[in-house]
């Protein structure tokens, strides 16, 4: 629960920060007003470490460059068109805005930019209550016009003013609080989720590349379970992933099946609490969190009923990494994420023959090779995928991969397994069988590269040996 007190006290330290200070004294002498505004006021507030700053003031942008320029080591205005001058100051990045009173034409999200007078109507015009607060400086006056005080103490998402005309003016917004309702671990008030239902399918104005950045930053909180909740509960995310709330199946009385949706949920948080485990203080993983959520997306078109009360999903895994592929570059994602992405939904079956019966060393050499640089995430999107509730099928699992691992560890360190390639190039199969670049070079590598992996390292003159008997008995 906030504790006013200590984020008063940590409101006070912030203002007194040498950053803060250089900059509200500055700005004091050029005779204009100075807040920090937004996430900093909200986290401090909360006792959550604050990391960018950001202010806003009533200074036009030809005079906070005029005014931070002395003060400050770099400046840039690339966003000046929008009131914005970023600056290093005491070696940190700091942005600087001109008040606002934007409007918006309802067709995009562009707003007409327009500068305004006063820090209350600025901050009215901000997403949601808790954001829309500011600490004065260097006086220390809190200004809350909207009760984002009080909706903290509460723990709620409300917009500042009516959240149709909030939502209208930028659907952006909607997402925005599914990500803070997982970062922050708030609800969303009960209008402004009723809003989002109604307005949800305005986000199809806004641009594919801005869905995507709320979507990973959704993804790189802790809990991200909670918004997607709400994504898929207001309809929203049908409107950009719907191959997410399509796996609510129904659940017919005759024929059972796993919640394939719940148990998404619970691959993604499981994956989570591995990555964590496994990398503690690593960046969230945004593909390995992207490929649990998606893994069984393949799961809806696949879905046969069969006789005696069975439901099978033949193939998948297949299907799911070609929807996920066209739907990431759709959302315009980069392509190593696509290409990671895929590839696990693609392999995230093949463990689960391992438990039935050990591998040859020959198939769990070729399992790395399959995986190639995705084999770190594969193992954890595996072992996330085990959601039974039979302690001794899970157990026996975990205990399989606990020996796959042993066992691929094992045979990196006797063989270089994480580079496995045969013993003769390209180059030297050439010489060996004196033939030209063409078909017969690459045929020849992958019967090497099969030797390589079903016997291990034979050295290369075995290797050589074997080359010519096997275009011997070719020719």
């Not at 290369?460 to 096997?470: I, N």
Request: proline share 4%.
């Amino acid at each position: 629960m906030l504790n006013m007190a200590e984020g008063v006290a940590r409101l006070g330290a912030l203002a007194e920060s040498p950053v803060v200070a250089a900059l509200a004294a500055a700005f004091e002498k050029a005779g204009f007003e100075l807040s920090i505004v937004g996430g900093p006021v909200r986290d401090a507030l909360l006792g959550r470490d604050v990391h960018d700053l950001d202010f806003t003031t009533d200074a036009r942008p030809d005079d906070i460059l005029r005014i931070v320029t002395p003060i400050s080591t770099a400046q840039w205005d690339i966003g000046r068109a929008f009131g914005t001058i970023g600056a290093r100051v005491q070696r940190e990045q700091v942005e600087i805005t001109t008040y606002r009173a934007d409007s918006y034409d309802g067709a995009t999200r562009k707003p007409t930019v327009e500068f305004g007078d006063t820090i209350e109507g600025d901050l009215v015009r901000r997403d949601f209550t808790v954001n829309s607060m500011a600490l004065r400086v260097p006086g220390r006056t809190l200004v809350d016009p909207t009760g984002g005080v009080e909706d903290l103490v509460r723990g709620v998402l409300r917009t500042p003013t009516d959240p149709r005309v909030s939502f209208g003016d930028d659907p952006l917004r909607m997402l925005r609080a599914a990500r803070f309702s997982s970062q922050l671990e708030f609800e969303v008030d009960p209008d402004t989720l009723a809003a989002i239902v109604d307005l949800r399918s305005t986000i199809e104005i806004v641009s594919p590349e801005r869905i995507q950045g709320e979507l990973v930053r959704l993804l790189q909180t802790n809990d991200p379970g909670r918004g997607i909740r709400l994504l898929v509960d207001t309809g929203l995310m049908a409107e950009f992933l719907p191959e997410v709330p399509a796996l609510r199946l129904e659940i017919d009385e005759h024929h059972h099946h796993k919640d394939v949706y719940e148990h998404s949920l619970t691959v993604l948080r499981q994956a989570i609490e591995l990555e964590a485990q496994r990398h503690p203080g690593a960046e969230p993983d945004v593909a390995l969190r992207l490929a649990a959520l998606l893994h069984d997306i393949g799961k809806p078109s696949t879905r046969k009923l069969e006789a005696g009360g069975g439901v099978s999903f033949h193939h998948h895994d297949a299907k799911g990494a070609r929807l996920a592929r066209k739907r990431l570059k759709e959302l315009r994602f980069d392509s190593a994420t696509i290409d990671s992405v895929s590839q696990l939904i693609d392999q995230h079956l093949r463990f689960f023959g391992y438990a039935e019966g050990a591998w040859t060393d020959s198939a769990v050499r070729r399992y790395v090779r399959d995986a190639g640089p995705e084999l770190e995430r594969l193992h954890i999107l595996t072992r996330a995928d085990v959601t039974t509730r039979n302690k001794r099928k899970a157990a026996k699992l975990a205990g399989a991969y606990d020996d796959i691992e042993r066992r691929i560890a094992e045979l990196a360190a006797q063989e270089e397994l994480d580079a496995i390639r045969p013993e003769l190039d390209g180059n030297r199969i050439q010489e060996i069988l004196g033939i030209k670049p063409g078909r017969e070079v690459g045929e020849a590598y992958r019967f090497l590269l099969d030797v390589r992996l079903d016997e291990g390292v034979i050295g290369e003159d075995a290797a050589e040996q074997r080359l010519r008997e096997w275009w011997a008995s070719r020719n």
